[in-house]
């Protein structure tokens, strides 16, 4: 069977479920006959009249062994399956609530979690098996306590979310599975089950990040099934304290340690790449209006404006009988026509407070993780504020301007930086801003970031023709970089509408890298300007290397 899925895509994609719960693998027990021969003898004592005292050894077993703790725990577990057909049923529920409380304990080592540093190592994979098979356990025990044990769902839905690293397909299986449990225990369906326990995890969650406790391996994935929901249900609670955690992580911020910052950093982006999922289907989501219907609405909109122009140009003919109190009217209004300012929806909230509080790590250098992480941060906000209502290119853009001016400064000396990934990254944020705030940067682009661009292009250029690192891990990433920035290159212009004297540098720096390597037809193949002016250029250029 194939485990390697996403979770969060097999709770929204019915077709992508796996149909077969992942197998343990045992020492002993090589082949699928014997594992089911040994479930079965398990299945047996679950139906024993002794049963309580086998529930009672093992649980004991589990709390004093160290080596055999993981085997007494899968015996436990295929014991409770048995119970479901045994009539000694009642007398045993009562016991579900310590073994529930038993493996809410079994959580992964958070020492052995830090020392792992997200890598694949095998403490860190051992250190998960008895919390998986505690989450196993957990689903059975629902399964067959049923209705009684329901209050129990809430906490141990986030245990069990909460402590599975999306790093390992096994581990989503064994996860799905146990969540698959709990919901037939409830009589409901998965996602029904999550969205009617939404509030609780949201709550746990920000607990936990307000408490800086960002050691958890399914950090990630709670996070993206909380803003999933939230969006889902319209919860306006949920939103807003989305808003509250990320304002309350980001405090003191310094005084943090080095690898806490980058958890924080990543835990942002994980809620703005989610938030921009649901932004994305919200705006699949919506129906294809008409066209008769669009232009009898803009007919009826102008209309209506030219009703109220009418109307102000009728008052302010009144008004001019007296000229003092038509300039004292003009006076008073102007300023509240200034001042005027629309509230900010929810949307626009969620990413002015996010770039407010990462648009510093952009200059810290000496972090070049923090700025990658920072950069990808930025580039998806102003992406999405764009989209917002009155904040797309040609509007009034009240609040995308002014952030863009607080975010050119750090981003601008980024162009002058040494790593060519940081760099990378920059650009395609530059991209970004010139997409939406064309005139606004223009002057700065030409002024301040070709000069740069025009070096960077040049040291890529020497990297890549360099014979004795044609094989390295440098030139093969520099030439992947000069490739995606020179097809970039041609949007930008356009974008900017920059003039020939402009363009004409940036266009040789690209004719002079191909040469090398290419003849003139060749290059004329390869590129593709978006405007005739800069295919005039390219052909100039193109017919004086023929010369």
């Given at each position: 069977?194939?485990t390697?899925?996403d ?15 992942p ?11 014997l594992q089911?021969?040994f479930?079965?003898l ?5 139906q024993?009249e ?7 050894f093992?649980?004991?077993?589990i709390?004093?062994?160290k ?8 015996v ?11 009539p000694?049923?009642?007398e045993?529920?009562?016991?579900f ?5 038993e ?8 020492n052995?979690?830090?020392?792992a540093n ?6 860190a994979?051992e ?9 196993e356990?957990l689903g ?13 769902v809430p906490?141990?839905?986030y ?8 790093s ?12 698959c449990d ?9 996602v ?5 326990n939404v ?9 936990s ?9 399914g950090l990630?994935?709670l996070?993206?099934l909380?803003?999933r929901?939230s969006y ?8 807003h ?7 309350t992580?980001?405090?003191n ?7 806490q ?9 994980v809620?703005v790449?989610?938030?921009k ?14 066209k008769t ?6 007919i009826?909109k ?8 009418e109307?102000e140009?009728?008052k302010?003919?009144?008004d001019e ?6 300039e004292n009217d003009?006076?008073e209004?102007?300023p509240?026509?200034?001042?005027e300012?629309k509230e900010?929806n929810?949307?626009?909230?969620f990413?002015?407070?996010c770039?407010?509080?990462v648009?510093h ?20 906000c ?21 952030l863009v001016?607080?975010?050119w ?8 930086s040494k790593?060519?990934f940081?760099?990378?990254?920059a650009?395609?944020c530059?991209?970004v801003?010139g997409k939406?705030?064309r005139d ?9 970031i070709m000069?740069?661009l ?6 890529l250029?020497?990297?890549?023709k ?11 990433e520099?030439?992947?970089i ?5 097809n970039g290159?041609?949007?930008?212009l356009a ?11 940036l266009?040789?720096?690209?004719v002079a890298n191909l040469?090398g ?7 004329r193949c390869?590129?593709e300007?978006r405007?005739?002016?800069d ?9 004086a290397?023929?010369?």
């Amino acid at each position: 069977m194939s485990t390697n899925f996403d979770l969060i895509e097999v709770l929204f994609s019915e077709p992508l479920q796996p149909q077969e719960r992942p197998r343990n693998s045992f020492r002993h027990l090589t082949t699928k006959e014997l594992q089911n021969i040994f479930n079965s003898l398990c299945h047996t004592l679950g139906q024993m009249e002794s049963l309580t005292m086998i529930i009672d050894f093992l649980l004991d077993g589990i709390q004093q062994m160290k080596f055999f703790k993981k085997e007494a725990m899968h015996v436990l577990n295929q014991v409770i399956l048995g119970i479901e057909d045994s009539p000694h049923k009642n007398e045993v529920v009562q016991l579900f609530p310590s073994m529930i409380e038993e493996y809410l304990k079994q959580k992964p080592n958070r020492n052995v979690l830090l020392k792992a540093n997200d890598k694949h190592v095998e403490t860190a994979k051992e250190s998960c098996l008895e919390t998986l098979l505690a989450m196993e356990g957990l689903g059975y025990i629902l399964k067959v306590g049923g209705h009684e044990l329901t209050h129990y769902v809430p906490e141990i839905l986030y245990f069990c979310i909460s402590n599975t690293s999306p790093s390992y397909p096994y581990d989503n299986a064994v996860l799905y599975f146990a969540l698959c449990d709990i919901a037939t225990s409830c009589d409901l369906k998965l996602v029904d089950l999550l969205a009617q326990n939404v509030d609780h995890l949201s709550r746990s969650l920000n607990l936990s990040l307000r408490q800086r406790d960002l050691t958890q391996p399914g950090l990630e994935t709670l996070l993206s099934l909380v803003i999933r929901f939230s969006y889902l249900h319209s919860d306006p609670s949920i939103q807003h304290d989305i808003i509250d955690t990320i304002t309350t992580m980001t405090l003191n911020l310094s005084q943090s340690e080095e690898g806490q910052v980058l958890q924080i950093l990543r835990c942002i982006f994980v809620i703005v790449d989610a938030f921009k999922m649901n932004f994305q289907k919200v705006e699949r989501d919506e129906p294809a209006t008409d066209k008769t219907c669009d232009l009898k609405q803009m007919i009826e909109k102008l209309e209506k404006e030219k009703k109220e122009m009418e109307e102000e140009m009728a008052k302010l003919a009144l008004d001019e009988d007296d000229t003092s109190n038509h300039e004292n009217d003009i006076d008073e209004n102007m300023p509240e026509e200034e001042t005027e300012k629309k509230e900010l929806n929810f949307d626009q909230k969620f990413l002015k407070t996010c770039l407010d509080h990462v648009q510093h790590f952009v200059s810290m250098s000496a972090q070049p993780m923090w700025q990658l992480t920072a950069l990808d941060i930025i580039s998806c906000c102003l992406e999405l504020l764009a989209g917002t209502p009155e904040e797309s290119c040609g509007e009034r853009q009240e609040n995308f301007l002014p952030l863009v001016h607080l975010i050119w400064s750090p981003l601008s000396l980024l162009f002058q930086s040494k790593n060519i990934f940081v760099v990378d990254k920059a650009f395609d944020c530059l991209m970004v801003l010139g997409k939406h705030a064309r005139d606004f940067i223009h002057v700065r682009v030409v002024k301040e970031i070709m000069p740069n661009l025009v070096k960077f292009f040049q040291t890529l250029e020497l990297v890549v023709k360099d014979k004795d690192m044609a094989r390295t891990l440098s030139a093969r990433e520099s030439k992947r970089i000069l490739e995606k920035m020179i097809n970039g290159l041609w949007d930008l212009l356009a974008l900017l509408d920059l003039s020939p004297i402009e363009s004409d540098q940036l266009i040789q720096i690209i004719v002079a890298n191909l040469s090398g390597t290419l003849n003139a037809p060749e290059i004329r193949c390869k590129l593709e300007p978006r405007r005739s002016l800069d295919c005039n250029i390219l052909d100039l250029k193109l017919g004086a290397l023929k010369a």
